[in-house]
């Protein structure tokens, strides 16, 4: 049993006063499946990074194996891919790379093609198993699933199963669950690790925080009790010790001596009552406080008009199959597809006029749509900047990134420095701003920790807004959408290649 062991880490970012880590030790095994969760800003990268040793950092790390890290950039990606591959490791020959092809439903003709021609989701495949040829190494796998569709992800879960021992950052509970055999939870000051997957560690937190939670209310009441016995004890010298003045023929020696008795009395009550708050203070540190987030959309009326009929859209040559719906009031619309079908260029229609599509769409002029982009990339600039910019009511923006975790010292932080969860937590609040009729979301769970998207789901299923969304996480997708409201977007690429595949099933 080889172990990595971390002792006594502290780490502080230097345009940062406060910690990402302080005083904290792990231990695990490099055979593992860890999932590594937690809140966006608590420092799942840095974590990656400081086992990459890129970092500074207080404490002791031991790995007994080298570190591999995915995801890693690739020089010159207009190469072919075959040329790539085989500087990586020139020891693997090309069936040994079609082996892994196949267990990724990658086309061979990816191997021939050049790298950045390749859609993000292809690219992802092909660099993990770049990654698990490097043998020998203990792999760390930051958020591989924001750019995989549904099923794309579940080859790529049951990929990591059969690998040796990694920690995975990853958001997408279905995901997780299939994949990892600990969780690695990154608390608000504590760093956890327990045996199972993401459903089992979800159970036993449930379990705890509804414990916690009523340890919590007892812990107040104890502190609100301590205060006040301090307060009650400091004011007894002064009342023996104002009976000297005003009391005739009184022995002032003996009530002078009685007071500063008194006091160093109550001093030393005061002293245990303040170390017994400060230690059911620390009690108080880990609770996760998952704050409910609300929504004031625009009434969607009967005679408003979202209409789609034989819609396709055109970038020289058709992208994908019509497509056609009518969005009523309430409608949570789900848009499915795989990678490089076109779904995020359908829903582009609906704002944007440069669009070129065939078929009807009708969108009644009064509606208001409000859009998340899964681009983070326009989050820039001061926040105060950000919120003129858009023209966001302040106060209700403010509370709302407060609700999703961001914590106020981060609002005078530079937004461009905000991590990619942070950025698309910015992007939902502004929109959680907007009073609108109908709600796009292209892919607004990417980057989100756990926490958030539950709130996002509970938000969707309290105040049901009117949404159109693109979203791969089955456990969202299962739990906000109904069997009706889901469009499975069909692309001609992927069609003709499934309609090949029959044939050849066929004949053979």
């Not at 790529?156 to 059969?162: I, R």
Request: charged letters at 25%; aromatic letters at 12%; hydrophobic letters at 35%.
């Amino acid at each position: 049993m080889a172990t990595l062991t971390f002792n006594q880490i502290t780490f502080t970012y230097s345009n940062s006063s406060v910690p990402i880590f302080k005083d904290c030790s792990l231990t695990l095994d490099t055979q593992w499946h860890c999932g590594l969760i937690g809140r966006n800003g608590r420092g799942k990268t840095t974590l990656l990074k400081l086992l990459m040793k890129e970092l500074i950092y207080d404490g002791t790390i031991h790995c007994p194996l080298s570190c591999a890290y995915f995801p890693f950039k690739i020089t010159q990606p207009e190469r072919m891919t075959a040329s790539i591959l085989k500087e990586y490791n020139p020891m693997i020959e090309k069936w040994q790379w079609m082996k892994e092809f196949s267990f990724l439903e990658l086309k061979e003709e990816c191997f021939d093609r050049s790298y950045h021609t390749l859609s993000l989701g292809e690219q992802t495949k092909i660099m993990l198993i770049m990654l698990f040829f490097n043998e020998r190494a203990f792999y760390l796998i930051d958020e591989p699933t924001n750019h995989l569709d549904s099923q794309s992800r579940m080859k790529v879960a049951d990929y990591l199963s059969t690998k040796q021992g990694f920690i995975l950052v990853s958001h997408d509970r279905s995901f997780l669950d299939r994949c990892v055999d600990h969780i690695v939870s990154i608390n608000a000051s504590s760093i956890d690790v327990q045996k199972g997957n993401y459903s089992q560690w979800k159970l036993n937190y449930d379990r705890k925080m509804q414990h916690e939670f009523a340890m919590n209310e007892q812990t107040k009441k104890d502190i609100k009790r301590l205060n006040y016995a301090k307060i009650q004890t400091a004011t007894w010298s002064d009342k023996v010790e104002a009976t000297k003045i005003g009391q005739g023929g009184v022995d002032r020696g003996y009530i002078g001596h009685k007071a500063a008795k008194m006091m160093k009395r109550s001093k030393s009550l005061e002293k245990r009552t303040n170390k017994s708050i400060e230690s059911k203070t620390k009690l108080l540190l880990d609770i996760e406080k998952i704050e409910q987030l609300k929504l004031q959309s625009l009434p969607f009326f009967n005679h408003h008009q979202f209409m789609f009929r034989d819609v396709c859209v055109w970038f020289n040559k058709p992208l994908h199959s019509p497509v056609s719906f009518d969005l009523k009031r309430g409608d949570r619309l789900l848009i499915e597809g795989k990678n490089g079908s076109g779904k995020s260029s359908l829903i582009r229609c609906c704002y944007d006029s440069t669009m070129k599509y065939s078929g009807e769409i009708q969108i009644s002029s009064q509606l208001v749509i409000s859009y998340v982009s899964q681009d983070t990339s326009l989050v820039q600039g001061t926040m105060d900047q950000f919120i003129k910019l858009h023209q966001l009511e302040e106060p209700l923006f403010k509370a709302i990134l407060r609700k999703l975790g961001i914590n106020r010292e981060q609002f005078d932080i530079e937004l461009s420095l905000y991590s990619q969860g942070q950025k698309k937590k910015v992007l939902i609040a502004k929109s959680l701003c907007d009073q609108a009729h109908v709600y796009i979301w292209d892919e607004p769970l990417n980057y989100l920790d756990v926490h958030a998207r539950e709130q996002v789901e509970q938000l969707i299923m309290m105040f049901e807004p009117t949404m159109i969304i693109i979203e791969h996480d089955t456990y969202f997708q299962s739990k906000i959408c109904t069997k009706k409201d889901i469009l499975r977007l069909k692309g001609y690429l992927f069609f003709l290649f499934d309609v090949i595949q029959l044939l050849h099933l066929f004949f053979t």
